[in-house]
């Protein structure tokens, strides 16, 4: 089987920069409120604002989503960025991560795909599964940063162990096709073997793909990883 093939399922379902965008980070529809609940609801815009504006990193991030969700405030996005900001500043990695995703949409400041990769950045290197990827999206095409695959799959894989389904495929693609690091159809094999475990069905689609280029042996080696590899997972 050839790589092109892998590729269709990469170009038509997964890892395109922004494929998750943070313009539609979704929250639970607000369905009619109580007198109390709505009284609850206010209460807890007044006390995290004010701990906001008196420095608190944690509340200003939760400003910064309420603004966004537009739940019990009017949505705001550049009000949204500027408590992300505050929070971002304060080295709140969740912060760092949103604030990244809107300079890379444009999304409530000015698009900047530098900013967005450093502020990436600074929330991967907290050990945040999110930034790591998105991190490794920028380096695999060169947005915001020099295009550099090898450097993709090192963040890719420093997500994928934490579980985070998308890195999973990304490396899996990487290895199936030998882009960024050597081809190797075990590890391949490994990778979209526990995003399709968290739920990925075009890493399903792809396994059933390379699997006809193995010999029972890797296959079985491959299956050994895997297990090996969630179970390391699920430990953490």
């Known amino acids: 089987m050839c790589s092109s093939e892998y590729r269709k399922f990469f170009t038509e379902c997964r890892w395109v920069l922004g494929l998750v965008l943070f313009g539609i980070i979704t929250f639970p529809s607000s369905a009619q409120k109580s007198v109390a609940e709505d009284e609850a609801d206010r209460k807890w815009f007044r006390e995290t604002k004010a701990k906001a504006e008196s420095g ?10 309420r603004y966004v969700s537009g739940d019990g405030v009017t949505k705001d996005r550049a009000e949204a960025a500027r408590w992300f900001r505050k929070a971002a500043d304060q080295g709140n990695a969740d912060a760092q991560e949103y604030l990244g995703r809107m300079y890379t949409h444009g999304d409530g400041l000015s698009e ?3 900013e967005a990769a450093r502020w990436f950045r600074k929330a991967a290197d907290q050990g945040l599964a999110d930034a790591q990827n998105d991190l490794g999206k920028k380096y695999a095409f060169g947005d915001g940063v020099t295009k550099d695959r090898a450097e993709a799959a090192r963040w890719f894989r420093k997500a994928a162990d934490q579980g985070l389904a998308d890195a999973q495929f990304s490396l899996g693609l990487m290895y199936a096709t030998g882009d960024g690091v050597p081809r190797d159809l075990v590890l391949a094999h490994v990778w979209w073997n526990l995003a399709g475990a968290n739920g990925d069905m075009a890493a399903k689609k792809n396994l059933t793909l390379i699997e006809g280029e193995m ?5 079985a080696e491959a299956m050994k990883m895997a297990r090996d590899l969630f179970e390391k997972q699920f430990k953490q």
């Open 56 to 65: 608190d990193a944690e509340a200003q991030k939760d400003l910064g989503l």
């Open 112 to 114: 900047d795909r530098a």
């Open 215 to 219: 010999t029972p042996e890797q296959k």
